[in-house]
């Protein structure tokens, strides 16, 4: 099994990536998250964002795995599955998408106690997606929760019932303006009669007898390193295991199977919601950096922070995960600029950190190393070699730094703007 994991804050272009790879796998696979998730991809100059389904849907003879580790919304699984077909008929999810019977479901309450959390002053803001994810996990964790396979069972509408009413109760309770409860629980078992009519099975069979029978599979992370649960910049993360280990958990894989590990990176950084970001850029130049770069929540649409690629971060990204290559997106967009930094460690009164273990001391300093910038229309390369000279030494530079070879470079929004370095 090989993975594809984002490194920093989320929004990294894994979508574009596993969309370019997915044809040389036989299933791809999501393993964590929801319908947080926005992986966007083109096709035919046209752009889809994919929440839950796993990117290599649009491939013929590939099969797509929602896997055990995920939380699905079965009301925004329904809505995204019919823009899909929209956006492209020859897709047909009924035949190649399926979905782990234990699963668990993120129900209406949970999206709406998101929504209370982030703007209650009694909790910190996290500045979620609203999506309901850390509802959904939290009574998963509390075993509180309904699970897809439950949707089968008899007492399914009961069960969910009693949830819904329990929240209802704390929700007004704690003065909440609520919809319908009839209006949310209709539309909620109006997806749910949609979604019986896809293939749900244990998956963890079905992944491990596909290996066993040699075939490969591609699991997909979502968010990032850096928003992992147990390993990120906590309080300000989601709710799940965004790592290569928490694919083996997410999918019920050995970690003896693990292949190749992506990590894909930004030529800078971007994050969406609060929390530390060391290099941010508060000027002119982030802002140039966000429109050019079109730095808006694929999901949410809000503006992303924007800053200095981070290599203390990335060390730790790329150790916690064991990177095997790396995969460096966006250098596009930095095109033009007369230089570039890159922040190589950041200084203490007494000493240096060159790993950020998900939080820095107050005191600490990023020191920025200024490269050349470079300034090249990528939109017709076709070799490495055609790269300007000033780009390839800034990616000789983050391998020698990092230790992990640039095997791939995104140099633009298309599909086919992918160079292959090695
Ligand atoms: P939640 O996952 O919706 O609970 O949000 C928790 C944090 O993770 C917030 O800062 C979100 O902006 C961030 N986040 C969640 N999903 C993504 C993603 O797919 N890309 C980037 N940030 C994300």
Same mark, same amino acid.
């Given at each position: 099994m090989d993975i594809v994991l984002g490194l &920093?804050?989320?929004?990294e272009g894994k979508g574009k990536f596993i969309d370019l790879i997915s044809e040389n796998y036989n299933i791809t696979a999501r393993f964590n998250g929801?319908?947080?998730a926005?992986h966007?991809i083109? +096709?035919?100059? &046209?752009?889809?964002?994919l929440?839950? !389904?796993p990117s290599g849907i649009f491939m013929?003879g590939v099969q797509n795995v929602v896997g055990t580790g995920t939380?699905?919304?079965?009301?925004?699984?329904?809505?995204?599955?019919?823009?899909?077909?929209?956006?492209?008929?020859?897709?047909?999810?009924?035949?190649?998408?399926i979905?782990?019977?234990?699963?668990?479901?993120?129900?209406? =309450?949970?999206?709406?106690?998101?929504?209370?959390? *982030?703007?209650?002053?009694?909790?910190?803001?996290?500045?979620?997606?609203?999506?309901?994810?850390? &509802?959904?996990?939290?009574?998963? !964790?509390?075993?509180?929760?309904? +699970?897809?396979?439950?949707?089968?069972?008899?007492?399914? *509408?009961?069960?969910?019932?009693?949830?819904?009413?329990?929240?209802?109760?704390?929700?007004?309770?704690?003065?909440?303006?609520?919809?319908?409860?009839?209006? !949310?629980?209709?539309?909620?078992?109006?997806?749910?009669?949609?979604?019986?009519?896809?293939?749900?099975?244990?998956t963890e069979?079905y992944l491990n007898k596909a290996l066993s029978e040699g075939k490969k599979i591609l699991a997909e992370g979502s968010q990032a390193a850096?928003?992992?649960?147990?390993?990120?910049?906590?309080?300000?993360?989601?709710?799940?295991s965004t790592t290569a280990a928490g694919a083996c958990i997410g999918l019920g894989i050995s970690p003896k199977k693990m292949g190749e590990i992506y990590g894909i990176a930004?030529?800078?950084?971007? +994050?969406?919601?609060?929390?530390?970001?060391? =290099?941010?850029?508060?000027?002119?130049?982030?802002?140039?950096?966000?429109?050019?770069?079109?730095?808006?929540?694929?999901?949410?649409?809000?503006?992303?922070?924007?800053?200095?690629?981070?290599?203390?971060?990335?060390?730790?990204a790329i150790m916690i995960n064991g990177v095997t290559q790396l995969v460096l997106t966006?250098?596009?967009?930095?095109?033009?600029?007369?230089?570039?930094?890159?922040?190589?460690?950041?200084?203490?009164?007494?000493?240096?950190?060159?790993?950020?273990?998900?939080?820095?001391?107050?005191?600490?300093?990023?020191?920025?190393?200024?490269?050349?910038?470079?300034?090249?229309?990528?939109?017709?390369?076709?070799?490495?070699?055609?790269?300007?000279?000033?780009?390839?030494?800034?990616?000789?530079?983050?391998?020698?730094?990092?230790?992990v070879p640039v095997t791939y470079l995104s !140099?633009?929004?298309?599909?086919?703007?992918m160079?292959k370095m090695k």
């Amino acid at each position: 099994m090989d993975i594809v994991l984002g490194l &920093q804050w989320g929004d990294e272009g894994k979508g574009k990536f596993i969309d370019l790879i997915s044809e040389n796998y036989n299933i791809t696979a999501r393993f964590n998250g929801g319908s947080n998730a926005g992986h966007s991809i083109e +096709r035919n100059g &046209q752009r889809i964002t994919l929440k839950m !389904i796993p990117s290599g849907i649009f491939m013929k003879g590939v099969q797509n795995v929602v896997g055990t580790g995920t939380v699905l919304d079965p009301v925004s699984l329904k809505k995204e599955i019919e823009n899909l077909q929209i956006f492209d008929q020859t897709v047909h999810p009924i035949d190649n998408l399926i979905i782990s019977k234990k699963a668990h479901f993120v129900l209406p =309450t949970h999206r709406l106690l998101d929504a209370f959390m *982030e703007d209650h002053p009694d909790y910190t803001t996290i500045g979620s997606t609203r999506n309901g994810i850390a &509802q959904a996990y939290s009574n998963k !964790i509390l075993r509180q929760n309904v +699970r897809v396979g439950d949707m089968f069972l008899p007492d399914f *509408e009961e069960k969910v019932h009693h949830i819904l009413k329990r929240d209802y109760k704390q929700l007004s309770e704690d003065g909440m303006v609520l919809p319908s409860l009839e209006e !949310i629980s209709q539309d909620f078992f109006e997806a749910i009669d949609f979604l019986k009519k896809f293939n749900c099975i244990e998956t963890e069979i079905y992944l491990n007898k596909a290996l066993s029978e040699g075939k490969k599979i591609l699991a997909e992370g979502s968010q990032a390193a850096m928003l992992d649960i147990d390993h990120g910049t906590y309080p300000y993360v989601t709710s799940s295991s965004t790592t290569a280990a928490g694919a083996c958990i997410g999918l019920g894989i050995s970690p003896k199977k693990m292949g190749e590990i992506y990590g894909i990176a930004k030529a800078y950084c971007t +994050r969406v919601g609060n929390g530390m970001f060391p =290099t941010e850029l508060f000027d002119e130049l982030g802002d140039e950096i966000r429109t050019k770069g079109n730095e808006f929540g694929s999901n949410t649409g809000r503006p992303r922070r924007t800053g200095w690629l981070d290599l203390p971060a990335l060390r730790y990204a790329i150790m916690i995960n064991g990177v095997t290559q790396l995969v460096l997106t966006k250098a596009d967009v930095l095109s033009g600029l007369k230089s570039v930094a890159v922040c190589t460690h950041y200084e203490l009164e007494d000493g240096k950190i060159e790993t950020i273990a998900g939080s820095l001391p107050e005191n600490s300093r990023p020191v920025l190393k200024w490269l050349n910038g470079w300034n090249a229309d990528f939109s017709t390369m076709k070799s490495p070699s055609e790269l300007p000279i000033e780009l390839q030494e800034f990616l000789s530079f983050i391998e020698a730094e990092l230790e992990v070879p640039v095997t791939y470079l995104s !140099i633009g929004p298309g599909r086919e703007q992918m160079l292959k370095m090695k």
